[in-house]
C-alpha cells in the first residue's frame, strides 16, 4: 500500500481522497495505527490540517474504533497543533450513536462545548447526541434528552429531522401527549420542519390512543396540504381511532375519502364500522361500506352481510332482502338465523311468497 502512496506522490496524484483510504484500510485492522499515518502526512507532501483529522476520525469511527477515535484529538492537537472543529465532534457523535453509548456520548457533547462551544450549525452533532441519549432504554433518557435540548435552545442551537423523529416516537412509547405536541409545536410550528408520514402516523396514533380522536382528522388535512400522502394504513389508523371515539359522522367522511382514494378498510374496521353505523341506523352509510365490502372482497363477508340483513329487516325490510338474495348469488352464506328472521318480517307484512323465493334459491345453494 505504502508502495503505492509513493508512487502516487511522485506523479502528483495524492489527494485527502487517497489517505481516507489508506486511513480506512488502517482502521479496518485492530493491530494497525491510522493515527501513525495521519502523523506521517507531511513524509508525502500532505498537511495535518482539520479535514485531514476529520478524515481519520471518520475511518476509525466507520471501524467501531470510536476509544481510538477519541484518543486522536489530543495526540493531534500536541503533536501537529491541529484543532478539532464542528464536524470532528459531530463524526465522534454518530460514532457513539453507532456504538449505542450514552455515556460517551455525554463525555464527548461535554467537551464539544468546552473546546469549540456550541455552533447553531452543527445540526448534525446534536442530531446523534440527543438520538443516542433517547435510544438508551434508560428510564430516565427521554427527560434527560429534553432537558440537554432546552440546553441547546437557550444557545439557539437546534438538532434536526432525525432528533425530531426519535423523540416523537420516545414520546409515543411513554404515552406522553404533552411533551410531544410541545415539541411538534416547535419543529413544525415554528421552525417549519415538514413532518414525514411515519411522523404523521406517530401524532395520529399518539392521539389516538390518549382519547382524543377529534384532534386526528386535523393530521390527516395537514398532511395533503403538505404534499404528503396517507397510505392505507394511515386512513384504516384513522378510521379506527374515530370510530373507537364515536366519531361516526367524521368516520363517515374519512371512510368516503378512503373509498375516493382507492384504499379499502382493513377486516377489524369493517367489521366494527358497519355495526357501529347500523347500531346508530346510519343506514346509507352502512349500505355503502357493505357495497365496498363485497365489490372489492373484504372480509369478513359472512358475518358482515348477515348483520346487515339483520338489522334492516325491522326498518328497511326490502333493502334486507334485497342484501339477502345478492348474497345467496354471490355464494355467500346467508345463516339459517337470519332466514328464519326474515321470514318471521315478511309474513307478517303477507310478503311470504318472497322468502319462498328465496329459500328456493338458497337451497340450491
Known amino acids: 500500500m505504502w508502495d503505492t502512496v509513493s508512487s502516487m506522490r511522485t506523479q502528483g496524484l495524492l489527494s485527502l481522497a487517497t489517505f481516507a483510504s489508506v486511513f480506512s484500510s488502517l482502521a479496518a485492522n485492530p493491530g494497525s495505527s491510522p493515527l501513525k499515518a495521519f502523523m506521517e502526512l507531511p513524509m508525502y507532501g500532505m498537511r495535518r490540517d482539520t479535514p485531514a483529522l476529520n478524515s ?95 440546553v441547546l435552545h437557550r444557545q439557539r442551537c437546534s438538532p434536526g429531522e432525525k432528533f425530531f ?85 367524521e368516520a363517515s367522511a374519512i371512510f368516503s375519502e378512503m373509498i375516493k382514494n382507492e384504499f379499502w378498510p382493513n377486516e377489524a374496521n369493517c367489521s366494527l364500522a358497519l355495526r357501529m353505523f347500523l347500531d346508530t341506523r346510519d343506514w346509507d352509510t352502512g349500505i355503502k ?18 348483520m346487515l340483513v339483520s338489522k334492516l329487516k325491522d326498518e328497511r325490510l326490502p333493502e334486507a332482502c334485497k342484501y339477502a338474495e345478492d348474497m345467496i348469488d354471490r355464494g355467500i352464506k346467508v345463516s339459517s338465523s337470519t332466514m328464519s328472521k326474515l321470514k318471521q318480517c315478511l309474513v307478517k307484512v303477507y310478503k311470504g311468497n318472497i322468502h319462498e323465493h328465496l329459500l328456493r334459491k338458497w337451497k340450491a345453494l
Request: proline residues 5%; hydrophobic residues 45%; charged residues 25%.
Open 56 to 150: 481519520l476520525l471518520s475511518a476509525l469511527c466507520r471501524a467501531s474504533r470510536l476509544d481510538d477515535a477519541r484518543a486522536a484529538i489530543p495526540v493531534a492537537r500536541a503533536e501537529a497543533g491541529t484543532r478539532p472543529d464542528g464536524d470532528s465532534y459531530a463524526i465522534l457523535l454518530e460514532g457513539c450513536e453507532a456504538a449505542a453509548d450514552p455515556h460517551v456520548a455525554r463525555e464527548v457533547f461535554d467537551e464539544m462545548a468546552r473546546v469549540i462551544g456550541l455552533d447553531p450549525a452543527n445540526v448534525p452533532a446534536y442530531d446523534s447526541f440527543l438520538a443516542t441519549l433517547i435510544s438508551s432504554g434508560s428510564s430516565t433518557a427521554l427527560m434527560e434528552a429534553m432537558d440537554y435540548l432546552a
Open 165 to 249: 423523529r426519535a423523540a416523537l416516537a420516545a414520546h409515543l412509547k411513554a404515552r406522553e401527549l404533552r411533551g410531544a405536541v410541545v415539541l411538534w409545536n416547535d419543529f413544525v410550528g415554528r421552525r417549519g420542519l415538514i413532518p414525514d408520514k411515519e411522523m404523521y402516523s406517530t401524532m395520529i396514533m399518539l392521539q389516538g390512543t390518549l382519547g382524543h380522536p377529534e384532534v386526528i382528522v386535523e393530521y390527516l388535512d395537514e398532511m395533503a396540504f403538505n404534499g404528503v400522502f396517507p397510505d392505507a394504513d394511515t386512513y384504516n389508523m384513522v378510521f379506527h381511532f374515530l370510530l373507537k371515539g364515536r366519531k361516526l359522522r
Open 289 to 306: 361500506l357493505w357495497r365496498c365490502m363485497v365489490e372489492n372482497g373484504l372480509p369478513p363477508l359472512e358475518e358482515s352481510g348477515n
